[in-house]
Nanobody, 122 residues
Framework: EVQIVESGGGLVQPGGSLRLSCAASGFTFGIFAMSWVRQAPGKGLEWVAGIGGTGSTTRYTDSVKGRFTISRDNAKNMLYLQMNSLKPEDTAMYYC???????????????WGQGTQVTVSS
């Protein structure tokens, strides 16, 4: 059974940091590209960051470049998102997604977690 479980969300002040984690099981983690996707209140899904299966390739949406860092530990089947200099506009539910293609298209991702809420507010 495939399981993807996100954790690490919470309430943080503007300028603060959070580290999201994603624990995956039930599939061959190391051959899947992984991404973080978010959904702000009342808005659609937004692809945030992605990483290839080996971890050597990463990409980010422009609004988080220089502030967020995606990484993975294939030995532990874990995906991470280090978020620094957080802004109120980063407030969203953050989802972890797995797909065979390294893509920014949601339809290319097969497995999804339930999400973890990040709220940036003073």
């Amino acid at each position: 059974e495939v399981q993807i479980v996100e954790s690490g969300g919470g309430l943080v002040q503007p300028g603060g940091s959070l580290r999201l984690s994603c624990a995956a099981s039930g599939f061959t983690f190391g051959i899947f590209a992984m991404s973080w996707v978010r959904q702000a209140p009342g808005k659609g899904l937004e692809w945030v960051a992605g990483i290839g299966g080996t971890g050597s390739t990463t990409r980010y949406t422009d609004s988080v470049k220089g502030r967020f860092t995606i990484s993975r530990d294939n030995a532990k089947n874990m995906l991470y998102l280090q978020m620094n200099s957080l802004k109120p506009e980063d407030t969203a539910m953050y989802y972890c997604a797995a797909g065979r293609l390294f893509s920014t298209r949601f339809s290319d991702y097969t497995y999804w977690g339930q999400g973890t809420q990040v709220t940036v507010s003073s």
